[in-house]
């Protein structure tokens, strides 16, 4: 696990200096985004029992992704990343794991980064397994969403030209189609998502009008 963790730990801080070369200087508050991402989760979970709903558990590990991104930032304070990984691996097994639902562990984790301004790996495993998840589940959403982050990047995310619908869809939708398709066991899995991205992504939108995302 520790691997793992160093692998998606390394990967995070190619795509954050892709974004700002001297990210971890910036002092950029990960925590906000952290927890507004868990509002986006319950919103695709659902919240509103004055009308019929039906959890979207797709867009919800999605959203935990996204959350994982953030958290894995939050760590980032100037150590190696083997020690990074290696402090994430005792805080795991150490830890005391509740079980609840996943608007609870959603809430507890926002609540917890809000308040002390920390990533809890704990609380963060608590809605992974909330969310019937595991770590291997985890390894390849994340790998899948990091790979969509850079294609977003190299398409014009920041200028304001990438679009991010493709015929009417998000372009997380189309990661999740594409995840089914492929073998995340192999070694060029993100190459090979990379590519498939690529291709759905010109043969979506080149009849497209491009507007800005």
Same mark, same amino acid.
């Given at each position: 696990m520790q691997n793992s963790f160093e692998t998606m730990l390394s990967m995070q801080n190619r795509m954050n200096t892709k974004v700002h070369p001297d990210w971890i200087d910036q002092h950029f508050e990960w925590y906000r985004a952290l927890w507004l991402e868990c509002g986006e989760l319950i919103d695709h979970y659902g919240y509103k029992w004055w009308k019929k709903q039906n959890a979207d558990?797709?867009?919800?590990?999605?959203?935990?992704?996204?959350?994982?991104?953030?958290g894995m930032s939050m760590l980032f304070d100037g150590r190696e990343?083997? /020690?990074?990984?290696? %402090?994430?691996? #005792? $805080? *795991?097994? @150490?830890?005391e794991i509740v079980q609840c639902d996943v608007l609870s562990a959603t809430e507890a984790l926002?609540?917890?980064?809000?308040?002390?301004?920390?990533?809890?790996?704990?609380?963060?495993?608590?809605?992974?397994?909330?969310?019937?998840?595991?770590?291997?589940d985890l390894y390849e959403a994340y790998v899948?969403?990091?790979?969509?982050?850079?294609f977003r990047q190299d398409n014009g995310y920041q200028k304001g030209t990438y679009i991010k619908q493709w015929q009417g869809r998000e372009d997380? /939708?189309?990661?999740? %189609?594409?995840? #089914? $398709? *492929?073998? @995340?066991?192999?070694?060029?899995?993100?190459?090979?998502?990379?590519?498939?991205?690529?291709?759905?992504?010109?043969?979506?939108?080149?009849?497209?009008?491009?507007?800005?995302?």
């Open positions: 558990m797709e867009q919800v590990r999605l959203e935990i992704v996204d959350i994982w991104h953030f990343i083997a /020690e990074i990984a290696a %402090d994430m691996t #005792k $805080e *795991l097994e @150490s830890a926002a609540a917890d980064v809000l308040s002390n301004r920390r990533f809890s790996i704990a609380l963060f495993w608590s809605l992974l397994q909330a969310a019937e998840m595991d770590f291997s899948g969403k990091n790979v969509l982050n850079f997380n /939708e189309h990661l999740i %189609d594409v995840l #089914k $398709e *492929l073998d @995340s066991t192999k070694d060029n899995f993100a190459s090979d998502l990379y590519q498939a991205l690529e291709q759905r992504y010109q043969a979506l939108t080149q009849e497209e009008v491009p507007q800005p995302a």
